[in-house]
């Protein structure tokens, strides 16, 4: 299995931070992730400048948007 593979795998249904190209965070347990990054999040968050803004259950969050996933801290 490749380094890449390890990684998404270990963060499916751990809580991740998702950073948007437009500087968004959405914060959520990782569902689903593919090969083009496209990203299924549960009981997400999303967070603007620091800020909490909303909530929602599940969220869809397309790859060509995403900067970078990475665990969440304490996760």
Known sequence: MEPTQDFTSFLLGR???VKLNSGVD???ILACL?????IALE???EWVN???KN???DTF???NNVLYIS?????
């Open 15 to 17: 809580p991740v931070i």
């Open 26 to 28: 959405y914060r959520g």
């Open 34 to 38: 593919d090969g083009y990054m496209n």
């Open 43 to 45: 009981q997400t968050e």
């Open 50 to 52: 620091g800020q909490l």
């Open 55 to 57: 909530k929602y259950g």
């Open 61 to 63: 969050i397309r790859g």
């Open 71 to 75: 665990t969440a801290k304490g996760a």
